[in-house]
T-cell receptor, first 115, second 112 residues
Framework: EAGVAQSPRYKIIEKRQSVAFWCNPISGHATLYWYQQILGQGPKLLIQFQNNGVVDDSQLPKDRFSAERLKGVDSTLKIQPAKLEDSAVYLC?????????????FGQGTRLTVV | GNSVTQMEGPVTLSEEAFLTINCTYTATGYPSLFWYVQYPGEGLQLLLK?????DKGSNKGFEATYRKETTSFHLEKGSVQVSDSAVYFC???????????FGKGTKLSVKP
């Protein structure tokens, strides 16, 4: 079974530029998550989708971050404009249903450096 | 609010030593508790979980018991191996939506 695919693996941009990350979840997984992991900290949820609808985006900085999952399969996370403090690893995860006891599977992440 | 606190690392042990990584949590209601592991160059993987008080999660020789009275979920292994070297994250899921709240992670290095 293929895992969660993310691209690119690494990205370096200058502040005020824009960047986009792509995630393809495990086939059949209805729930998709984007997490931000700043160096030395644990991952923090940015947004959760159930199929193509948003379940929770309370911690997404909506003035600069946006995410979509138009067909309920793959997803894109965008930052525009980027700030230095956005340097982090962006993790995508998926699960079958998002219910309490279903396991979330994580991709390897995209490491973003903003200079 | 909901939060997870785990012991600071890094932790360095010799092979076959006993491992404990402490984890305590703050949560409203009855969360589920998890340990995730991140091996070098790989993504986060679920190691074990417990969904209610007094449950014991176990996998690959690791164990953790959900202690509601002490709000703890300490990770233990009786004899670590070099291959256990990784970063370990304690996490909780506070509600029915499955989202996770993570601790800061503890890096474990096991020397032969």
């Amino acid at each position: 079974e293929a895992g969660v695919a993310q691209s690119p693996r690494y990205k370096i941009i200058e502040k005020r530029q824009s960047v986009a990350f792509w995630c393809n979840p495990i086939s059949g997984h209805a729930t998709l998550y984007w997490y931000q992991q700043i160096l030395g900290q644990g991952p923090k949820l940015l947004i959760q989708f159930q199929n193509n609808g948003v379940v929770d985006d309370s911690q997404l900085p909506k003035d600069r971050f946006s995410a979509e999952r138009l067909k309920g399969v793959d997803s894109t996370l965008k930052i525009q404009p980027a700030k230095l403090e956005d340097s982090a690893v962006y993790l995508c995860a998926s699960s079958l249903s998002g219910q309490l006891n279903t396991e979330a599977f994580f991709g390897q992440g995209t490491r973003l450096t903003v200079v | 609010g909901n939060s997870v606190t785990q012991m600071e690392g890094p932790v360095t042990l010799s092979e076959e030593a006993f491992l404990t990584i402490n984890c305590t949590y703050t949560a409203t209601g009855y969360p589920s508790l998890f340990w995730y592991v991140q091996y070098p160059g790989e993504g986060l993987q679920l190691l074990l979980k417990a969904t209610k008080a007094d449950d014991k999660g176990s996998n690959k020789g690791f164990e953790a018991t959900y202690r509601k009275e002490t709000t703890s979920f300490h990770l233990e292994k009786g004899s670590v191996q070099v291959s256990d070297s990784a970063v370990y994250f304690c996490a909780l899921s506070p509600g029915s939506q499955g989202n996770l709240i993570f601790g800061k992670g503890t890096k474990l290095s096991v020397k032969p």
